[in-house]
């Protein structure tokens, strides 16, 4: 972590510049983020907003809601730019919220870094997760929870589906736990923790239990089903299968249930999977940890279906992307072609290393059009083949295939 000055520059209906007077002037605490995006040249920032004695300054940002913590998403890999900016803004009009996203260009002690996305960290407070305050003391709270790949045992949770280890084999599990978000650690006493572990094991309980489906003893008396319905459709129609395995949240208020989200990094989405070439056919969300048991009720399955065919006609139409898209790449404008003159390597394949490329060899694109193209065919493939196969979701849910998990 290194303290730093941070000067935004926010001139409506002009070109910014480092000589001009900053929209907002403080000091920050930054770091790199992320996992696999550690290795590549362009780097990602967690960003937090401090004063001068290391306290929070909660600043208002590009016009988003005033908060102190931040991410600097830098695409290398999306060579678009815009798969998070699409992501996210697309899944808050289906779900109602996941941070919000700006596009800025980056300095970096006055170095052109080139074009960044500026996006709300998922935290608790009435303008991101609306979720109520801890209260010091009190033995119960609200939480958020991240499955990741971990990072202290201090906040890791002990939960149902940990240590009964009731989930199919092939999802991988031994490469996720789950950690609390909120309450901060800080505030995270044994009790507290203990309380959040048995919360949210009731939830996974109740799934994994012959009764899943029970009206009184089911899952669905405890969690916001609209919730899970809207996420998978999401991270399915996107392929965007990091979700579940990692940067998967859960959120519930204390006066609530159990929501699944906000939504968080598209980085890998819409068929730029390093390691795999996602082609747009294919579900593989059913195979996860919840959904595993979700997808066995049939109710659930016609929530996903009758949904999606309900976003088909909008969000998630074609319509709706390309135009989308081409707004972005216009709003963008000369900005990207300032950003590939520092980027423009990688363009070439053989100049990257191996975490920079997607493979098979030949999946690698060698310009910006080309990027956009293969975003926009990636699309239009995934809707034409989910609209003819959104009903074999139907078979995971069918007696014959379930009959040993029902009462």
């Known amino acids: ?235 399915e129609f996107f392929q965007n299968y990091d979700a579940i395995v990692y940067s998967t949240y859960f959120y519930k208020d204390i006066r609530g249930k159990i929501h699944i989200g906000p939504v968080w990094d598209f980085n890998n989405a819409f068929g730029n999977y390093m390691e795999v070439a996602h082609d747009g056919t294919g579900f593989e969300l059913h195979e996860r940890t919840w959904y595993f048991m979700l997808t066995k009720e049939e109710a659930f399955i016609d929530a996903i279906i009758n949904r999606y065919r309900s976003l088909r006609e909008t969000t998630l139409s074609e319509e709706y992307f390309m135009n989308y898209i081409d707004e972005t790449v216009a709003y963008l404008g000369d900005a990207r072609d300032r950003n590939f003159e520092v980027w423009g390597y990688s363009f070439d394949p053989s100049k990257l290393t191996h975490w920079s490329l997607l493979e098979p060899y030949e999946r690698n694109i060698t310009s910006y059009d080309e990027a956009i193209a293969q975003l926009k065919d990636f699309i239009q493939k995934r809707g034409n083949w989910m609209d003819e196969n959104i009903e074999t979701l139907y078979q995971y849910s069918h007696e014959s295939k379930n009959k040993k998990f029902n009462h």
């Open 1 to 235: 972590m290194v303290r730093t000055d941070l000067n935004i520059y926010d001139a409506q209906g002009k070109n910014n510049h480092l000589t001009d007077e900053p929209a907002l002037t403080t000091l920050a605490d930054i770091r790199y983020r992320g996992n696999s995006s550690l290795h590549f040249d362009k780097k990602s920032y967690l960003v937090k907003l401090v004063n001068a004695d290391g306290t929070e300054n909660n600043k208002k940002v590009l016009g988003m809601p005033s908060h102190n913590n931040w991410v600097m998403n830098g695409p290398f890999l999306d060579k678009t730019l815009m798969r998070n900016y699409l992501g996210m803004n697309i899944s808050a009009e289906i779900m109602g919220y996941a941070p919000r996203v700006r596009f800025v260009e980056l300095f970096v002690n006055e170095q052109y870094q080139g074009v960044y996305v500026m996006m709300e960290t998922i935290s608790q407070g009435n303008e991101r997760v609306n979720i109520a305050n801890y209260k010091d003391g009190d033995p119960f709270t609200s939480y958020i929870l991240r499955v990741d790949r971990g990072d202290t045992p201090e906040n890791e949770l002990n939960n149902f589906t940990k240590y009964a280890k009731r989930m199919p084999p092939n999802t991988e599990t031994h490469r996720f736990m789950i950690n609390v978000e909120y309450p901060p650690t800080r505030k995270l006493t044994p009790e507290l923790k203990d309380y959040i572990e048995h919360d949210f094991s009731k939830f996974e309980k109740a799934l994994f239990s012959y009764d899943y489906d029970d009206d009184d003893y089911g899952y669905e008396s405890l969690i916001d089903t609209q919730s899970f319905v809207d996420y998978f459709i999401i991270n």
